[in-house]
């Protein structure tokens, strides 16, 4: 099932240290603290702020210049077009504004130097202020457009275009309706102090590094000679396995043992099978879907891989082989759907020319079936829905009700007064943008076939409006965002069942709403921090958000009329899992509905037992660390983390999990704990310049491929004689079958 998450910082109140590991920098943040301040000033309240953010400003610094708008509309540009590009590749690469903060550095110093002196074009050194504007600016769109979900669907498997106009138009106001929502809860989002926003103490740490230049524990080459290196070292090993060895991919060594074995291949297949003993030596593979394992502290990715060893490799498998819900008719792992004969499910035939259920071809043709583990799945899902009230009641409940309380005139730390130097933006500005962009998306639906009736816009605004502010008190204090699909697609399945675009244009505006609108809260408080004028804040938002849409659809749209048979087996690695797994979860919410495949008679019925179990779950885990507060790991265990990181899988395999846990284990255990000077000065450097090696050489590796139409055809790529249609890229040919091995996908 398809879910956005994030996840940085642990669950006790940021403020209160007395539980965690006395290191000799703690473990929640992932940051090198800075002596920016002396200890008789007047600084921030949590500790975690003030040995990163400085408690000076300089009001007079420059922001609007001419290098800080060409630099962030490049970058912005071409990390949208970027990430949309990857997104329709098997595995899907999210490149972060980390890239852009790094990238930026050296071409500003270039254009310092060679461009005249000038108020607008050249004013002096390149300030942090400017930096932060650039990176805010790629910010706002480098996620690509859930929108774009609707349109490459509706294109590609409901023979429905709705063009232009009306793709641009849902994939804007998608994201600006959460906008408009995002100025209105400053009050409690971005000027308390305890609203700490994990992630951007990380950020500031680099930028500091760059502006504030500071002694250094670790000799070697200099962080930007470092990330040359890795970048150059990345972009030529890539082309192993993106090129010319693409087995290395998904390396599954262990059911080469015996190919003809069926269990064998489906437990160790990395590319259609559970992964065991399986190893990716492609960076992409380790990063797609959860990020880079570079940046998550040590106790979530431990959480992590726990709830992914239990879920992936017990669970799954014992479901399969004792053929719970008629597993064995169909592969161990997918997110296609099925009929009854374990045949792939061919939706046309329920539809209506309208695109709605014929409810008498249905119950013809039906019922639908899904595999054990892809079922399982969304039970996770619903038991994380609810594990996070549970969780948030518990760990973060008083916190909540004391932020609400507060308004920006109360408890207002250093960095609150030192914001006083500037003209705040005022309400209506965002009230304008909301109204606006609420009544544009007013017209997608009637001027294009989305299937939502008006009231569906209301209910799905609304939700969002319900669950913005819990939610952004969690991420603001620890870094997870939990998204609202789930909750949205039953939702609106029930209101309006046997409508599959209805269903998925209702999870759009519902999920993202709140998604873009916390997003843009997590800026306003890295512009808080480093004091940048809230009105250019505004702007840049605002910039960054129209362009990252256009540059969304052009991308979109280039690849679907341009790679031939995208999102099939046949235009591999344009094979689009995320796109498949979007389209399944209209089939089961909107076309089948709720009612059918989850309610009383169903099958799968026992799913909506998870709501309770992900309700009553984090209780005894509470009750343990208040129980035994000494005990350490207790503190660390993290319930919705837990289930809302595993929920990914399907579109992602178990092979992602286990490579990203393991490159998480080195990186962020190892290296932290025993070089923890290198690990200070190269660690996000070293993932900022894998993903940008990569990116640039998968896009070369793209324009060799289309120019010359020529891939090497031997083993390393997946190519053997005598597997014919079992032919798979990890060369584990019965990974994909059923119990009777027969490959109904294949």
């Not at 990238?103 to 050194?125: Q, T």
């Not at 670790?218 to 993106?242: A, I, Q």
């Not at 037992?609 to 350490?632: D, Q, T």
Request: charged residues 15%; proline residues 7%.
């Amino acid at each position: 099932m398809e879910v956005d998450r994030k996840f940085e910082a642990p669950d006790e109140r940021l403020g209160d240290k007395s539980e965690l590991p006395d290191e000799k920098y703690n473990d929640t943040y992932d940051v090198e603290p800075i002596h920016a301040h002396n200890e008789d000033e007047e600084d921030s309240p949590i500790e975690e702020v003030r040995v990163v953010v400085p408690n000076t400003d300089d009001p007079t610094l420059p922001v609007h210049t001419f290098r800080m708008w060409f630099l962030g509309i490049i970058f912005t540009a071409l990390l949208t077009f970027v990430n949309q590009f990857f997104w329709y590749r098997q595995n899907a690469m999210t490149l972060t504004p980390l890239i852009i903060q790094l990238v930026s550095y050296p071409f500003a110093k270039i254009m310092e130097k060679v461009i005249p002196k000038s108020r607008f074009f050249n004013p002096g050194p390149f300030n942090m202020k400017e930096h932060v504007l650039i990176t805010v600016m790629s910010n706002c769109s480098y996620i690509t457009a859930y929108a774009i979900d609707i349109i490459t669907i509706q294109k590609l498997w409901y023979d429905q275009d709705i063009g232009w106009g009306g793709g641009i138009l849902l994939v804007w106001t998608t994201q600006f309706i959460g906008y408009g929502m995002a100025g209105l809860l400053r009050p409690y989002l971005v000027y308390p102090p305890s609203m700490v926003w994990p992630q951007n103490l990380a950020n500031i740490s680099l930028f500091r590094v760059f502006h504030v230049p500071e002694k250094e524990g670790w000799t070697g080459p200099s962080r930007m000679r470092w990330f040359v290196y890795c970048f150059l070292g990345m972009f030529v090993y890539y082309w192993l396995p993106g090129y010319f060895f693409q087995i290395l991919t998904f390396f599954s060594w262990a059911c080469w043992i015996n190919r003809d074995n069926r269990v064998l291949a489906q437990l160790t297949s990395g590319y259609n099978g559970l992964g065991m003993l399986a190893v990716s030596f492609d960076w992409s593979t380790i990063v797609s879907y959860l990020l880079s394992p570079l940046v998550v502290p040590w106790w979530a990715i431990a959480n992590v891989a726990v709830g992914f060893v239990i879920i992936a490799w017990i669970v799954a498998p014992a479901f399969y082989y004792s053929n719970v819900w008629e597993a064995q008719k169909f592969p161990i792992i997918t997110s296609s759907l099925f009929t009854k004969d374990g045949e792939l499910w061919d939706n046309s035939v329920v539809l209506t020319p309208e695109k709605t259920l014929n409810v008498t071809a249905y119950e013809e043709y039906g019922p639908m079936y899904m595999t054990s583990f892809f079922a399982f799945t969304y039970g996770i899902g619903f038991a994380g829905v609810t594990a996070l009230l549970t969780h948030t009641a518990l760990y973060h409940g008083k916190e909540i009700i004391e932020q609400y309380k507060r308004s920006r005139t109360e408890d207002m730390d250093i960095h609150g007064k030192l914001m006083r130097a500037y003209p705040e933006v005022p309400h209506w500005w965002y009230i304008t943008v909301f109204i606006i962009s609420f009544g544009v998306s007013f017209a997608c639906l009637y001027a294009w076939p989305l299937q939502l009736p008006w009231w569906g816009m209301f209910l799905a605004i609304g939700i969002a409006g319900l669950f913005v502010l819990p939610i952004g008190i969690i991420q603001a204090l620890c870094n997870q965002q939990p998204g609202l699909n789930v909750i949205t697609e039953f939702i609106i399945g029930f209101a309006l069942p046997g409508k599959p675009i209805a269903n998925v244009t209702f999870k759009t505006y519902g999920y993202i709403t709140m998604t873009q609108a916390l997003t843009f809260v997590s800026d306003l408080k890295l512009g808080h921090y480093t004091k940048i004028p809230p009105k250019a804040m505004f702007y840049v938002q605002i910039v960054g958000t129209l362009l990252g849409g256009l540059m969304n659809l052009v991308t979109a749209r280039w690849l679907m009329e341009s790679v031939e048979n995208i999102c099939t087996d046949a235009a591999y690695p344009f094979t689009c899992p995320s796109a498949h797994t979007f389209y399944s979860a209209s089939i089961i919410w909107g076309t089948i509905g709720p009612a059918r495949m989850f309610g009383p008679g169903s099958i799968y019925s026992s799913m909506l037992y998870f709501f309770l179990i992900g309700f009553l779950l984090p209780i005894p885990f509470w009750l343990a660390h208040k129980k035994w507060p000494h005990v350490n790991w207790l503190k660390y265990v993290h319930i919705p983390l837990i289930l809302n990181a595993t929920g990914m899988m399907p579109p992602a395999v178990p092979l992602n999990f286990s490579s990203w846990c393991i490159a998480g284990f080195v990186f962020m255990y190892w290296l932290r704990k025993h070089r923890h000077e290198w690990w200070a000065k190269y660690n996000y450097v070293t993932s900022a310049a894998f993903d940008s090696g990569v990116a640039i050489s998968a896009l070369i590796i793209f324009g060799v491929v289309m120019g010359s139409g020529y891939t090497p055809d031997w083993w390393g790529n997946g190519f053997y004689a005598g597997w014919g249609p079992y032919q798979t890229f990890d060369n584990c040919p019965l990974a994909s079958t059923n119990a009777s091995n027969i490959c109904a996908e294949c």
